[in-house]
C-alpha cells in the first residue's frame, strides 16, 4: 500500500507499471479516498486534558484512565469477543466524538466538567500537566 495526493496520479501510475510490469501475475489494484487520521492537536487535547483530568478525579494513572475510557467507547464485538480499537486508527472525525463521549461520561458520571479545546488555555495546559518553566 501506498498513498499519493492527486498531484501525485502520474507518479504513481508509474510506479504501479514499474511494480508489475515485468511480472505474469494477476494483481488487484484498491483505491480509496484516504483518511485523515486522529491530528496531533487532537491526541495532545485527549492525553494533556481529557485523560489528565479523568486521572487525577479517579487516581488512576494515565494509562489506566485512558484503557477505561477506550474500553466504555471503544469496544466492538467480532464473532463472539470483545476488543478494542486503537485511538490512533479513529480519523479525526471519530476521534472528536470520543472525546465528546468521554466529556459527556465524566460529566453524567462524576460530575466532572472537562472543558472543550477551545477553552483550554496554555497556562491550564501547564497546571495539568504540571509544565513549569524553567529559569
Given amino acids: 500500500m501506498f498513498k499519493f495526493r492527486s498531484d501525485q496520479t502520474e ?3 508509474k510506479k504501479i507499471y514499474e511494480f508489475v510490469h515485468a511480472q505474469e501475475d494477476w494483481f488487484v489494484i484498491d483505491i480509496q479516498k484516504a483518511k485523515k487520521i486522529r491530528s496531533l492537536q487532537q491526541n495532545k487535547y485527549y492525553w494533556g486534558v481529557v485523560v489528565k483530568i479523568v486521572s487525577q478525579h479517579t487516581g488512576y494513572t494515565n494509562d489506566e484512565a485512558h484503557q477505561e475510557l477506550a474500553s466504555m467507547f471503544l469496544k466492538y464485538e467480532n464473532n463472539g469477543k470483545l476488543f ?7 480519523n479525526t472525525a471519530e476521534f472528536e466524538k470520543y472525546t465528546e463521549e468521554c466529556r459527556q461520561w465524566a460529566w453524567s458520571e462524576m ?12 497556562e491550564m495546559y501547564m497546571l495539568l500537566n504540571n509544565i513549569f518553566e524553567r529559569p
Fill in 11 to 13: 507518479k504513481a501510475f
Fill in 84 to 90: 478494542v480499537r486503537s485511538t490512533t486508527k479513529l
Fill in 111 to 122: 460530575n466532572l466538567h472537562i472543558p472543550l479545546p477551545n477553552e483550554i488555555t496554555e
